[in-house]
């Protein structure tokens, strides 16, 4: 009796389960959500969330650091809807007749609230736009920039090989890329961003004017994302150093590198400056790089004395905690995911990788002399 019971519900079972073995007759609830070969497409386009209304008031203040410098910065959190991406700091640097800007923050709400405010400090264009790396809190701004002021987009290769804007291909017109940004904030936030690309980029660390402004764009290379540059001021004694700095929070390790951190966090101390702007914090001062540079040399020597004592990755973030650092701003949701990453990276770390920025420049000393 029990056996033939447990048959007919095994064969139940297998009725109701028919649909998914033969998934031919699942009802798809939304079919131009399957690809052409009938998957489904996990990347697909999110409608704007509702939000409609007035724009997005980001209610920006700008502070001045140094004599040529202010910045707006954001808030210690991962972009969510509450703060509409405002959580990175851009800057704006004076010159003689017009604005520069660093880094374009989240959206073109954003760039054109920001502007509002320098232009009450001086009435002056935006005509060039520098970024420093290819998130998007850093740099969604930069079609307020292109469209209301004419403005250049200078900014690292990566984004325009991982990134693409609205394109027009056989009569048919398509959006750009859906960034985490587009698709996590409110409309009334996202409303008029377009991805605007670099129209300039370098190969390597380049010097030059503008307006007045003496400025060294610093590439760093493979850092914090697959291409970091930061910018340093010469005169002002000033570097802005967008995400290869982070202070009062954790930093987010998942697309960089220990090694190239560490290299470039030497390449900053090389350099002779009074003031600092992270790309996540609000310190400023002499101290601004300090919590990064322990970070990083923790996180460096402790994996690497561990892999020594034979601690496999499985095991590595229960081993590598980084205590220090419990108090801060998205230890719990970013640290482990750095030791992890880290592990991997550091296995095959090799000490020829570390930059000597110290040499280079007595090099550079001993060559111009001569
Ligand atoms: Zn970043």
Redesign the pocket.
Known sequence: MKKSMIAILLIGAFALSMPFIFNKSVDVAEPHKLDIDGNFILNEWVPSRVGEGENWDYNLKAVQVSKRVWCFFGAMEMPTKENAGDMSNSCYIKGDTEWIAWDSGPSYVFAEQAYAQMKKIADMPVKNVIIS?E?D??WLGNNYYTEVHGAKIIGPESINENYFGPRHIEGQDYPGLQTRMIKALYQNATRQTVLALPTESFEDTTKFEISGVKIEYIKVGYV??EEDWYLYLPDDKVILAA?TVMNGRVT?NRDGLVVGQINALNSIKSKEWDYLVP?HGFVTDKTAADETVLYFELLRDRIIEKMDDGIIADFITKEVTLNEFRNMDLYYILSPANVFRSYEELEMFDEDDLIDYEALKEEAKCESRS
């Open positions: 790396h998130h809190d850093h914090h994302s995400d987010s790309g």
